[in-house]
């Protein structure tokens, strides 16, 4: 293997071995030493390709960030209505953090740094706000039903797949996430839009049809 | 102040001082120094009435589970209909949770020894069969819509009112907590219940009528 491929697969081999501990235990119980007896690597070797434990963390919250910003963008060029997009956002996120422990430690690395740490900018409201922009502009579609208040469904949705997340990572490692996120929206949707609005190809890969 | 009184006033002015620390920074972060701080109490004092913060912690625990208990049964002795009692329910503990840090302190050490500790029995998976009982309840008695599973309905409540729980805690210290979770249960309830069902009698004493 040339060098620079052997750099790329230590790297990745590192990123996912700490993915192991940090999806498993946070980051705080996180230790390197457990990381390198994943990896096989030395102290040396480790710190070649990251200078510290908070650096492998960093690489892994940016990787998720990356993931996020490329599926709004494939989901909003398939040109659905926003509900039927969000659906399809919701239901895909879940299930590749059923699927990939690197985006879970991410994903779970990132909002650790937020929830529970006031003075943090929050992740949780930005999501809300993103979610929100969706929902309005379904409710300026005629999708919502009268009296519907965007800003409380999208605190609604961004809560419960928070809830649903740390529910399914703490008994199932993501398992039955895809599942709940589902059952969310199901429980969700029909209560807010409107008689005429109906949830269109959203299907990710991993449903039946 | 007779002696026992006095003892009584100490141990709450300690369990006050703790749960203040515990609702803001959780277990671990959290110091027997700044408590002490807090109180104006030396160390000795402390350890009269406790053997260490870890006895604290359990006793915040203990008394928000005698509090649901009690709650329980008196919004059993209402004798409404299960989603009513639901509903009713939801939005009391949020209502508790947004007025007293006692009783949150214990609510976040109870959640955060379960989510994310794999092997420890799970409090929230216990919520979520105690909520579903209301909800299969509600569905002999024709409450729910055709085709909706109970223990789905019990799994998006419980999510929904954790996720809210940790983002009003660490956004506004829990003072949205009763407007989220009402959000929660009106997003809900309508997609899921038949159309015969009618919320009754429990409007808490911090809504207005």
Chains 1, 2 share one sequence.
Not at 35 to 64: C, I, M, N, W
Not at 149 to 169: F, H, K, N, Q, Y
Request: a negative charge; one cysteine or more.
């Amino acid at each position: 293997m040339p060098q620079q491929d052997r750099a790329y697969a230590t790297r990745e081999a590192i990123l996912h071995a700490a993915a192991e501990e940090f999806d498993r235990l946070g980051y705080e119980r996180t230790s390197l030493t457990a990381v390198l007896a994943r990896t096989g690597l030395t102290k040396g070797a480790f710190y070649f390709h990251f200078p510290s434990k908070e650096a492998v963390a960093d690489a892994l919250v940016e990787r998720q960030s990356e993931l996020w910003a490329r599926m709004r963008e494939t989901w909003r060029l398939r040109g659905l209505d926003p509900l039927s997009a969000l659906h399809g956002m919701f239901a895909e996120s879940a299930d590749r953090m059923a699927a990939d422990v690197v985006l879970r430690a991410g994903v779970r690395l990132n909002a650790d740094r937020e929830v529970g740490y006031p003075g943090v900018p929050n992740t949780h409201l930005l999501w809300e706000k993103l979610v929100a922009a969706y929902v309005f502009e379904a409710a300026e579609r005629g999708d919502l039903r009268p009296g519907v208040d965007p800003e409380a469904v999208a605190r609604t949705l961004c809560s419960a797949a928070l809830g649903s997340r740390l529910i399914s990572s703490a008994t199932t490692a993501c398992a039955d996430f895809p599942e709940r996120i589902r059952e969310v929206l199901g429980h969700v949707l029909p209560s807010v839009t409107s008689a005429g609005w109906k949830l269109s190809g959203s299907q990710t890969a991993s449903e039946t049809p």
